[in-house]
């Protein structure tokens, strides 16, 4: 899974559920949860966006949590997969930083809706499946850190500015609006040289 | 109100409200709503911060949304009138820059509970009180467009700057943890250095 010329706009990122329900409704809690936040959308606001009864949902997930769960999940390993993807053969510090900006924002900007609810709802999570999602999270800033390190003399620079870019993809998901924000690809090349210019600098 | 040296930790904000109950509750409201959201959030979990009970609050406030869209009004006013107060008497663009980053950041992390709230509800505000709040919105973003218009010689250029960088200071509310997360003044000052480094180059 490799994002090149063309993002994958959310199609094989929900490859880990099987096609059927389970997966339409993982997709429709994305889509719900992304536009009103987890707390205001209900389990039949999610039902209905796939034409099912609130009680056919429970067939396929025992709670919203669990949605918010297995969404969360798919979203942070699809983060990580994609990023690592993008850096793969390339060995030059300079480029990895532009690979590696460059898919994490074009990740952020395609998945606006489950990025938001990833990015803003980790304090909606069950305590137990927090612990998961957040060594998904711990893995992802590692790679990062790792692709910024070698720009870096001292340790709380390179905390600083790899906060700072990751920012600039995360906060994506908060403003992006589709026909009207600048297309992914666009997007991600612009960032990614502004990250390099800001570790030139 | 203008932050020099010392960031104003929440005190002068919330000067437009009179000292007492309809204050102290919009207080408790800023700080509950930004730690669990404002639809996870009960008038009975406000109004016990204040150590009053649910049914005395609606002696101030006539409902939750007018809490969220008081609090909401009060931020966006403030982030104006702290960007605005920066900028006196600077001329040099790269120095205005330099200012209203510094002050924009240092606000996001010393309100790190409001500005969650202020960035991160607006889809939670009444269709009304959104027509005002995004009034203010318009009038920052144009703000901080004039600041940097100075520096680019293409308008879409400026548009994407001018988000980037708002994005580094907005998703500091986010992240920040107090005591943890670097002094404010540090971070504002870090980041201004970072935002001309950016524009610079």
């Known amino acids: 899974m490799k994002i090149s ?117 980790l304090r909606s999570l069950e305590p137990k499946h927090y612990q998961v999602i957040a060594a998904i999270r711990r893995s992802t800033e590692a790679l990062a850190a790792e692709v910024f390190r070698p720009l870096f003399r001292d340790a709380e620079s390179l905390s600083m500015h790899t906060v700072a870019i990751l920012s600039l993809g995360i906060d994506v998901a908060r403003w992006y609006v589709p026909g009207r924000s600048p297309d992914p690809i666009v997007l991600g090349e612009a960032y990614a040289k502004l990250a390099r210019n800001l570790l030139r600098a």
Chains 1, 2 share one sequence.
């Not at 997966?23 to 719900?32: C, D, I, M, N």
């Not at 949860?33 to 606001?45: L, N, S, V």
């Not at 994609?82 to 850096?87: D, K, Q, T, Y």
Request: glycine share 8%; net charge negative.
């Open 5 to 121: 010329s063309e993002p994958s706009v959310g199609g094989e990122l929900w490859e880990m559920l099987p096609v059927g329900p389970r997966r339409a409704l993982a997709q429709a809690a994305a889509s719900e949860f992304g536009k009103r936040g987890y707390h205001a959308t209900t389990t039949r606001h999610i039902a209905e966006h796939v034409g099912m009864s609130p009680a056919g949902l429970y067939v396929h997930y025992a709670s919203k949590a669990e949605l918010l769960f297995t969404i969360s999940r798919i979203g942070h390993e699809s983060v990580l997969s994609e990023s690592s993807a993008a850096l793969e053969g390339i060995s030059s510090p300079d480029e990895r930083v532009h690979a590696l900006v460059r898919s994490f924002t074009i990740w952020h900007a395609v998945n606006h809706n489950l990025a938001r609810v990833i990015q803003y709802e």
